[in-house]
């Protein structure tokens, strides 16, 4: 099923980062996407592949770059990035780090230019440290990265906690569920919002929540602060 670009450990583990594999991959989507050319291609939670061994993770992860680069080179794939859910918060690699293996994959001028990553008002770390300016988001945002952020219902249960009270606070008249996502779109350094809407109310919903104005530093700071009170 996998072309045998995959071990039967690495199959069972569910991840791989192997240039073999990464080039499959590539090859699979440009087929299911009916696409000579790929918009951007990131590899899924890099820091699965070695956990606890920084060394050989960015090894792995340089090797899976310079695959990309050459499809960068070859017309198949625009440009590259990396969708991580820890990584950059446990510091299994840093921005930093990314664009150092990427320079090192292509040989001097890279093609690495996005970074995804959950923001939320559950993962509210990345806002509180964007806020003075540390962190990955201004990070990734002055190197001139495209800075995706995940997950920000935070797969759907914020809604269900933010009250309406908070969203008040946030911004009035907005759903609890757009509160939420103003509030992520409003966090320095972040370009895109990404939404699994169910229905097409709930993305209009969510196009409207990120057509406004954005919040200032002093309303995240509020919020944040109003989130860490017991």
């Not at 192997?18 to 009916?34: H, I």
């Not at 790929?38 to 061994?53: I, K, M, Q, S, Y």
């Not at 996502?181 to 929540?209: E, F, K, M, N, R």
Request: hydrophobic share 50%.
């Amino acid at each position: 099923m996998n072309d045998g670009v995959l071990t039967e450990d690495q199959a069972v583990a569910g991840h791989s980062l192997t240039p073999d594999y990464v080039r499959w991959q590539m090859g699979r989507n440009c087929e299911q996407l009916g696409r000579e050319r790929l918009d951007l291609v990131l590899l899924h939670n890099p820091e699965r592949a070695h956990p606890g061994d920084r060394l050989a993770l960015h090894r792995a992860m340089r090797e899976a770059f310079v695959v990309l680069e050459e499809a960068v080179a070859a017309g198949h794939v625009a440009g590259y990035g990396i969708a991580t859910w820890a990584g950059l918060e446990e510091e299994a690699f840093t921005v930093g780090e990314l664009l150092a293996l990427a320079a090192e994959a292509a040989g001097g001028r890279h093609h690495l230019i996005a970074v995804q990553m959950p923001v939320s008002l559950v993962m509210v770390t990345p806002i509180v440290q964007a806020l003075d300016g540390r962190g990955p988001l201004p990070a990734a945002a002055g190197a001139g990265l495209r800075v995706m952020a995940s997950a920000p219902l935070h797969g759907g249960e914020l809604p269900g906690i933010v009250d309406q009270e908070l969203a008040d606070l946030i911004r009035p008249g907005l759903t609890p569920a757009q509160a939420c996502v103003l509030a992520v779109a409003s966090c320095p350094g972040v370009t895109d919002v990404l939404i699994a809407a169910s229905s097409a109310p709930h993305w209009s919903q969510a196009a409207d929540a990120v057509a406004q104005p954005s919040l200032t530093a002093a309303k995240l700071r509020e919020i944040t602060g109003v989130l860490a009170s017991p």
